[in-house]
């Protein structure tokens, strides 16, 4: 630059210093042009390349028309004017720009040296207003001015490679204007030769390559070649590093490289491509100002690649900013742009992307009204329209699914049609295009009855299997697809042909080891069914096992809370399934058992993972204890909000921007994953961070029992794990159907009092929880009052019932649960073993005298129940024992942000007032506070709070449906306050499954603590408290007075069976 900056004054000082009327004057002002036109390409000053244009212009008008260098001066200012517009979008400017080329060119001898490169010139302007303007004349015009420069200039001349780089460029626009081959062909050709005459050392070479780029993704698009695309992968990659960072053209250069790995991802489905497509082309937007005319695609291309990203991870984070930049560039873009179509495109595609998860109708609208101005944009004829269909068409499909309105589908099918009609039957899209159809003709199917619908499906979605090659990530989509059309036309028809080419479509997609993990674990549930229903239940058991394993790669550490629920929602009842198909095959309980763990509380399990105890790694391999605790600060820290704001500062803000933090824990996790394979390579951690060995199970099974439930369309077992053996009972009388109907009655009748509370209870007794107790040898009341206890470990559906319970509640019965043991709840076997693995390593236990006690006698903003009158009182009293405790009580302000400061140092904590269960986002579930409504403590807050190194005691939760996660899809999760506590580092914790009412919570929990307060601050003493309590209360000796906790729910009424209350059954105990 010091020389250049050199060159600039130099240029500058002779102006300056020669008469207005010398004869040199003219060329000398040219030349500074130039030199100042050279400077703006590599800082990017509007001052230098406005002065260009000055100069370049002023030397024309000082030109006399004969002059011999006028032609030269002509071109120089059509040059300047080019550049400008580039950096403006000024229209003014590339017309004039044309014409003084034009005029250049005219005055100019056919013989002269210079022509060729000023046609060549000329060429570039054309292609230039082509992108600007779309007409066909122009880029035709430019191929033929760069056509016939290289035809002039000798083979070994220096600007030869410049001017087949420059005819390159004009092919390959035309070729994505007209779709021809043979411009595509020779575009790469010259492009090739362009790059091959330009030395390693040239200025321009980056240039060069980045356009050889360029064509050979142009040619990928059409013809599908791998060889291509890795080869404009390379080509790209070898232009970024040859460009300074200061280069004005380094931005388009990263575009162009995040382009191309984003188009090798749609091939490959390799997540390393596509996370460099997204940090590339964010740096091109970083590195773009704010109004500069290319900026526009690059935030489209940056929205396309975030939107693919979303696609593979399910990230809301990525589909919001996908929508913002794909609107940014929208707004960015003239309305008579030839960009503008697929830039408008591009945002439908986001927005529908997001009404698939989101089901917003606000963005299905605007993706179809996207979609539908993309194509009023497009010419009739131009290649791009198939694609733009076929975007509409899906959009309009999706709108159907929401609306039901036939002339939606009807339109969707018929634009799916065009699209067809108008794409090459060799092209690599029509596989895409045709798997469309089949979706939506399948659609009008499950509509109409239509035969020739389903028949035409059947065809098309084949068409598309065998057009897609045998490795490419979206061939399992399609098989998908075709099995299940297959599928419906069997139900239709009893073709048994169809179901055999059915489950060869689900099996041959799910080793399709390309696709993402979500659709192949689709794929094998989708054949196990069918093989099951063959009565194979080795090959089921081996697909389903194989699917469960592959569960924790669609919610990797990296991703945030909500977005792994999401993913795991889609394979609610998979590890139940898996573990019961595993026990008709034959294999063991342990077995059976092992893929209940893996497959189930997965994110809580990822959690624990990373919370959990070291302490022998540590020992044996300090340093690989170093790294897992560095890595594990990265992954379980909470995401910065700030950083994932709406500000379009986010996009230029490289230091403190959304991206950087989620590449950071992408890079984080992967490098987590690798450091668990070297762990589990050292001597003793084969099974490190496995779910707990049969060993290790039954070692948590002593003294006390475990029973987990499972409960499955196949068959429902309790596996009960004893100290010595671990065992699976199968429950005959216990199904799924019938498990969905009581949940569905008790959601539904809570507004009005559930009144087969007690039909309910009993029930659960005779086909859960009799079976299970008396296989242990539970069969009667104890008569010394030394309780046993068991945990209880329900799956799916089955833990929203209280299986604690279950009985004849008649006076004098025993057949109850709660006349026999004593229970305890545990989300999975692996967080029993977590809880009590913290509290060996922090066998000093809490240090903290605290009892941390709120009320919330009124909260605000509630319509029902928003007075509760006990809870001050229930407070008082536990205030009135905290001394017999050995406790300090300490009553913070009632905000979430004080609430949660005072928790890292209390060794109690209770909480009396409102709790919401949140049914759609189980994190957003929360306890009421004053500022609940701007500022809730969720799930979510106190799932990120880490209390283990001075673990808390005990939280106690008098409310409402804090132990309730009625987001039903998540019910293997366990994503309620009570199993947030636990996460946060609580050792115990007592909730409710729903509502509960005001004055009997304060005698449970007067009850509670004072069995505390006379057995000691133990583990057997929470529990025996609850357990005394509740006896207490259903056998009348607690009186009922005040109103429910619950900020939405009404309680139950009077129930029938001989018992007159039954607001003793949602107390729940989660402990060790």
């Known amino acids: 630059m010091d020389d250049l900056n050199r060159a600039v004054e130099a240029a500058n000082m002779a102006v300056n210093a020669i008469p207005p009327d010398h004869p040199d004057r003219a060329m000398w002002l040219s030349n500074l042009g130039n030199r100042l036109g ?411 009855g239509s035969m020739g619908d389903l028949n035409r499906a059947v065809d098309v979605t084949n068409m598309a299997v065998n057009a897609t090659p045998q490795d490419h990530p979206n061939r399992a989509g399609w098989l998908n697809n075709l099995g299940n059309r297959l599928g419906t036309r069997f139900e239709r028809t009893g073709s048994m042909d169809d179901l055999t080419r059915s489950l060869s479509s689900y099996k041959d997609g799910w ?165 668990i394979i070297r762990i589990r390579a050292q001597p003793g951690f084969s099974n490190f961070l496995f779910p707990p060995t049969a060993k290790e199970l039954m070692a948590a099974a002593d003294p006390d029992p475990i029973i987990v439930v499972n409960l499955s369309a196949y068959r429902c077992d309790s596996f009960l794990v004893e100290r010595h053996r671990i065992r699976a009972l199968e429950l005959p009388d216990l199904t799924l159907e019938k498990v969905q109907g009581w949940v569905q009655e008790l959601r539904s009748s809570r507004l009005a009092g559930f009144l087969h509370m007690s039909l309910l209870l009993e029930w659960l007794w005779d086909v859960v929880c009799r079976p299970s107790l008396e296989a242990l040898g539970f069969f009667e009341t104890p008569s010394d009052h030394n309780w046993p206890r068991v945990w209880w470990i329900p799956t799916g559906l089955l833990s929203q019932l209280p299986l604690h319970a279950a009985g004849y509640h008649t006076q004098g019965s025993a057949e109850t649960v709660l006349d026999r043991v004593m229970s305890s709840y545990a989300s999975s076997a692996k967080a029993l073993i977590y809880a009590r693995r913290c509290h060996v390593r922090n066998s000093a236990g809490c240090r903290s005298n605290l009892a941390l006690l709120v009320a919330m006698r009124d909260t605000p903003g509630l319509i029902r129940n928003k007075i509760l009158p006990f809870a001050a009182a229930e407070v008082g009293m536990l205030s009135s024992l905290c001394p017999s405790l050995q406790l300090q009580p300490i009553a913070p302000s009632l905000r979430k942000d004080d609430v949660l400061k005072h928790l890292q140092a209390c060794r109690i904590f209770h909480f009396a007032g409102h709790g919401r269960s949140d049914p759609t986002e189980p994190s957003q579930s929360c306890l009421l506070l004053e500022d609940w409504e701007s500022n809730p403590l969720t799930v979510g807050d106190l799932r990120d709070h880490k209390l283990q190194e001075n673990p808390p005691f005990l939280a106690y939760l008098s409310a409402c449906s804090t132990g309730a996660n009625e987001a039903y899809r998540l019910a293997d999760e366990g994503i309620h306050l009570v199993s947030a506590f636990q996460l946060a580092g609580f050792r115990h914790v007592v909730g409710t ?33 609850l357990h005394c309590a509740v006896r207490a209360l259903r056998d009348g000796r607690i009186e009922r007075e005040g109103e429910g906790r619950d900020a939405k729910l009404l309680g139950l009424g009077a129930q029938t069976g001989g018992v007159t209350n039954l607001y003793w059954v949602p107390y729940v105990h989660f402990g060790v």
């Open 38 to 448: 050279i400077r703006f390409k590599w800082t990017g000053s509007m001052d230098d390349i406005n002065r260009a244009v000055e100069a370049a212009n002023t030397a024309v008008n000082a030109t006399p028309q004969d002059h011999p260098h006028r032609a030269c001066m002509l071109n120089n200012l059509g040059n300047q004017l080019g550049t400008r517009f580039q950096r403006t979008g000024s229209v003014d400017d590339i017309n004039r720009a044309v014409d003084v080329a034009r005029m250049a060119i005219d005055a100019t001898p056919q013989d002269h040296p210079n022509r060729a490169s000023w046609l060549d010139d000329l060429g570039d302007l054309l292609g230039i207003r082509f992108k600007r303007t779309g007409s066909m004349d122009d880029i035709n015009r430019a191929i033929e001015a760069a056509n016939t420069a290289v035809n002039a200039i000798p083979q070994n001349h220096p600007d030869r490679a410049c001017m087949l780089n420059n005819l390159g460029n004009q092919l390959g626009t035309r070729f994505e204007q007209t779709g021809s081959v043979d411009d595509i062909n020779r575009a790469v050709d010259v492009a090739r030769m362009a790059t091959d005459a330009t030395p390693q050392d040239h200025p321009n070479r980056a240039g060069r390559l980045s356009n050889l780029g360029n064509r050979l993704g142009n040619r990928f698009e059409r013809t599908g070649s791998i060889d291509d695309i890795n080869r404009a992968v390379e080509a790209a990659n070898m232009a970024v590093n040859a460009t300074p960072q200061d280069h004005l053209d380094r931005a388009g250069i990263l575009n162009n490289l995040g382009t191309f790995f984003g188009i090798r991802f749609e091939r490959s489905g390799s997540m390393d491509d596509l996370n460099r497509a997204v940090d590339i082309t964010n740096m091109a937007v970083n590195a773009t100002p704010q109004n500069h005319p290319d900026r526009a695609g690059w935030l489209s291309n940056l929205g396309n690649m975030l939107g693919r990203r979303f696609k593979r991870t399910g990230s809301m984070d990525d589909i919001n900013r996908a929508v913002e930049a794909a609107n940014m560039a929208v707004n960015a873009t003239p309305q008579d742009h030839p960009g503008r179509a697929a830039i408008l495109n591009n945002l439908a595609n986001q927005l529908g992307l997001r009404f698939n998860r989101t089901g917003s109708v606000d963005d299905i609208n605007r993706a179809v009204e996207a979609a539908n101005m993309a194509i009023n944009a497009i010419p009739q004829d131009h290649p791009y329209r198939a694609y733009l269909l076929r975007s509409l068409g899906i959009w309009l499909g999706k709108r159907f699914e929401r609306t039901g309105l036939m002339d939606d589908l009807n339109r969707a099918v018929d634009v799916t049609n065009m699209a067809i009609d108008a794409t090459p039957q060799d092209h690599p899209d029509r596989a895409a295009i045709l798997n469309n159809l089949g979706i939506l003709l399948g659609i009008r199917f499950e509509r109409t």
């Open 511 to 675: 080793i399709c080891y390309n696709a993402p993990p979500s659709i192949r674990i689709n794929l094998a549930q989708k054949a196990a069914s069918i093989i099951i229903s063959q009565l194979n239940w080795e090959e089921s058991s081996i697909l389903l096992e194989d699917a469960v394993n592959l569960l924790p790669t669609v919610s990797p550490r990296s991703l945030k809370h909500t977005d792994k629920q999401h993913m795991l929602a889609q394979f609610a009842g998979l590890a139940s399934s898996a573990a019961a198909t595993a026990l008709n095959a034959g294999k063991t309980a342990y077995d059976a058992l092992r893929l209940l763990e893996l497959g189930r509380d997965v994110i809580a399990g990822l959690l624990m993972d990373m919370r959990g105890d070291i302490s022998d790694l540590q020992r044996q391999h300090p340093s690989l204890a170093d790294e897992f605790i560095s890595l594990r600060h990265l992954l379980d820290s909470p995401a910065d909000r700030s950083a994932f704001s709406t500000s379009t500062d986010n996009f230029t803000d490289s230091k403190n921007s959304w991206e950087l933090q989620a590449k950071r824990r992408r890079k984080a996790d992967q490098k987590f994953e690798e450091l």
């Open 993 to 1025: 499954l729903w509502e509960v009412s005001d004055e009997h919570c304060v005698n449970v929990a007067r009850v509670l603590y004072e069995t505390m307060r006379d057995q000691g601050m133990t583990d057997v003493a929470v529990c025996r408290g």
